[in-house]
């Protein structure tokens, strides 16, 4: 099952530069998206979320972008911290009523190097 | 701010027994979740519950499995006869009113390890 895909499984970035993480998807009907962020010995940890009407959604230094027609969805961080280095994960429901099951993508790790 | 709690961190079990998993979800939420991880894999849905009955469940949450909540604040995973693949983290999760988009707050996970 690859409903949600991220092809990169680590990244390292320079500590002030820009951290660019991508996630891929499948399936049409999911309308809801969410990135999680995850240090070791850790549950996931809500970062952002975007709906499909949108295409973008910012929160400080984290900006989603959503690309509906090439079901793509990044995520960046500016600037990068040090304490930005954890395991990414990209999620995804469908549904419209909000609160559905998410599916998750395999993750990325991102290292800010400093 | 508010978190989801689970307990224990860690346990270990003898395949075939009973196992509780417990998690205090955040107090003012609606619906709550079980995810888990196999080691080296997808995070993974296994339950949702709402107005105090399963809304969803996946394939892997089979007869074994089963959810409760007790009480106004604990939420419970039971597994009634533990296997080997069984071994993996366990994640509780909730989120808040219903018919709007709420992301879910993940607790910090049980691992559950059988011997």
């Given at each position: 099952?690859?409903q949600?895909?991220q ?13 660019i993480?991508n996630?891929?998807y ?5 309308d ?5 962020k ?19 959604n910012e929160d ?5 972008f959503?690309n509906?027609?090439a079901?793509?969805?990044?995520l ?15 999620a ?5 009523f909000?609160n559905?099951k998410?599916?998750?993508g ?6 800010i190097?400093? | 701010e508010?978190?989801?709690t689970?307990t224990?961190?860690h ?6 027994q ?12 609606l ?11 997808k ?6 519950f ?12 089979d007869?074994?499995f ?16 533990t ?11 909730s989120?808040?009113?219903a ?17």
């Amino acid at each position: 099952d690859q409903q949600v895909k991220q092809n990169s499984p680590s990244l390292s970035v320079q500590e002030g530069r820009i951290s660019i993480l991508n996630c891929d998807y499948t399936n049409s009907m999911f309308d809801y998206f969410l990135w999680y962020k995850k240090y070791p010995a850790e549950g996931p940890t809500f970062l952002i979320s975007i709906s499909s009407i949108k295409d973008k959604n910012e929160d400080g230094r984290f900006t989603v972008f959503l690309n509906k027609s090439a079901k793509h969805l990044s995520l960046h961080i500016v600037p990068s911290q040090p304490g930005d280095s954890a395991v990414y994960f990209c999620a995804a429901s469908a549904g419209g009523f909000g609160n559905e099951k998410l599916t998750f993508g395999t993750g990325t790790r991102l290292t800010i190097i400093p | 701010e508010p978190e989801v709690t689970q307990t224990p961190s860690h346990q270990v079990t003898q395949m075939g027994q009973e196992v509780i998993l417990r998690c205090v979800p955040i107090s003012n939420h609606l619906y709550f979740y079980w995810y888990r991880q196999i080691l080296g894999q997808k995070v993974e849905f296994l339950v949702s519950f709402y107005n105090n009955e399963i809304s969803e469940k996946s394939e892997i949450f089979d007869d074994q499995f089963s959810v409760e909540r007790p009480d106004g604040s604990n939420f419970t995973l039971k597994i009634r006869s533990t296997k080997l693949e069984d071994s993996a983290m366990y994640f509780c999760a909730s989120s808040g009113r219903a018919y709007s988009n709420q992301p879910q707050h993940f607790g910090d996970g049980t691992r559950l390890s059988i011997l």
